[in-house]
C-alpha cells in the first residue's frame, strides 16, 4: 500500500487536472471575498457567508479529478501493471480512493485558505459560534470524502475514460440540481402576504397559507433525502444552517462504506483488459 500510496501522489504532482482544480477553487475564494468586500459599504456581510463554499463546487470538482486521475491509469495500463507486479486489487483501489480524497482536501484548502488570509483583514473575523464551525468542517470533510467514494465507484470499474467523465460528471449536476430542488421546496413559507384593496385603506395584508409548503412525513421524507444526498449535504453546509449537522455526517460515513465496499467487491471480479 505504501509503494502504492508514493506512486500516485508522485502522479499527482505532476497531473495537470489537480492543479487546474486547484487554481479554480483558489479564484473561486478570491472572487468571493472581492465580492463580500465590495458590497461591504453598502451592506451588512460576513465572512460566515463564504467560508464554506466549496461545499457545493467540490462534487463537481471530485467528478472531473477522480474521473480523469482513474481513466488515465486504465487508458496508460497502469492498474494492469499495479496488478501484475503483485499488488492487491483492494490496495489498488484503496489507494486510488485515498489519494482522490487527499486531492479533494488539498482543493478544499485552496479555497478556505484564501478566505481566511484575505477575508479575515478585508471582511471581518468569522462571527459564527466555534462549535458550528467545528460540526460544518467536519462535515465538509465526510462530505468531501462521500463524493469521492462515489466517483471512485464508477471510475475503478469502467475502463473507458470518456465514458467514466461523462457519466460521473453529468450525475454530479444532476444530483446538484436535484438537492437544489429539495431544497427550494423545502425552504418555500409556510404562509404568505395577500394584498387586498378597500374602500377604507389602500390596502389590507392577510397572511395565506402556502399549498406548496411540505407538512408532516412528506416533509420529513424530503428532508432525510436532502441530509442523504452529498449535494443536499454542500447546500446546506454552504450556508451554515444545516437543521441536522450532526446527522448528514453519519449519512456521509455510510454512503463512504457502502460505495466503498461494493466498489472493491465490483473490482475484484472485473476482467482488467
Given at each position: 500500500m505504501r509503494k502504492l500510496l508514493?506512486?500516485?501522489?508522485?502522479?499527482?504532482?505532476?497531473?495537470?487536472?489537480f492543479w487546474l482544480c486547484m487554481g479554480f477553487m483558489f479564484f473561486f475564494a478570491l472572487?468571493?471575498?472581492w465580492n463580500q468586500y465590495r458590497d461591504k459599504a453598502e451592506f451588512s456581510v460576513s465572512l460566515?457567508?463564504?467560508?464554506?463554499?466549496?461545499?457545493?463546487?467540490?462534487?463537481?470538482?471530485?467528478?472531473?479529478?477522480?474521473?480523469?486521475f482513474v481513466g488515465t491509469?486504465?487508458?496508460?495500463?497502469?492498474?494492469?501493471?499495479?496488478?501484475?507486479?503483485?499488488?492487491?486489487?483492494?490496495?489498488?483501489?484503496?489507494?486510488?480512493?485515498?489519494?482522490?480524497?487527499?486531492?479533494?482536501l488539498l482543493m478544499v484548502a485552496a479555497y478556505t485558505l484564501p478566505i481566511l488570509a484575505l477575508g479575515i483583514p478585508l471582511i471581518g473575523s468569522l462571527t459564527a459560534p466555534a462549535p458550528l464551525i467545528a460540526a460544518t468542517a467536519l462535515g465538509c470533510i465526510l462530505m468531501t470524502a462521500a463524493f469521492c467514494s462515489l466517483c471512485m465507484l464508477?471510475?475503478?470499474?469502467?475502463?473507458?475514460?470518456?465514458?467514466?467523465?461523462?457519466i460521473t460528471i453529468l450525475a454530479s449536476f444532476v444530483l446538484l440540481m436535484a438537492a437544489s430542488l429539495?431544497?427550494?421546496?423545502?425552504?418555500?413559507?409556510?404562509?404568505?402576504s395577500n394584498y387586498v384593496i378597500t374602500e377604507e385603506s389602500p390596502s389590507v395584508t392577510e397572511e395565506m397559507p402556502n399549498p406548496d409548503y411540505l407538512r408532516g412525513t412528506k416533509r420529513l421524507v424530503y428532508e432525510t433525502i436532502l441530509d442523504i444526498l452529498p449535494?443536499?449535504?454542500?447546500?446546506?453546509?454552504?450556508?451554515?444552517?444545516?437543521?441536522?449537522?450532526?446527522?448528514?455526517?453519519?449519512?456521509s460515513a455510510g454512503i463512504i462504506l457502502i460505495s466503498t465496499g461494493a466498489g472493491i467487491a465490483i473490482f475484484r471480479k472485473k476482467d482488467i483488459k
Open positions: 508514493s506512486a500516485n501522489f508522485a502522479r499527482l504532482k505532476k497531473s495537470k487536472v472572487f468571493r471575498v460566515n457567508e463564504s467560508l464554506f463554499n466549496h461545499a457545493i463546487m467540490i462534487g463537481i470538482l471530485c467528478a472531473v479529478f477522480v474521473s480523469l491509469e486504465y487508458s496508460d495500463g497502469t492498474i494492469r501493471n499495479k496488478l501484475v507486479i503483485g499488488h492487491s486489487r483492494t490496495s489498488v483501489y484503496l489507494s486510488n480512493l485515498i489519494t482522490s480524497i487527499a486531492a479533494a464508477l471510475g475503478m470499474n469502467c475502463q473507458t475514460k470518456a465514458t467514466v467523465a461523462v429539495i431544497a427550494a421546496r423545502l425552504d418555500a413559507p409556510e404562509y404568505y449535494t443536499g449535504q454542500g447546500i446546506q453546509y454552504a450556508s451554515m444552517q444545516g437543521a441536522h449537522l450532526w446527522q448528514m455526517p453519519l449519512y
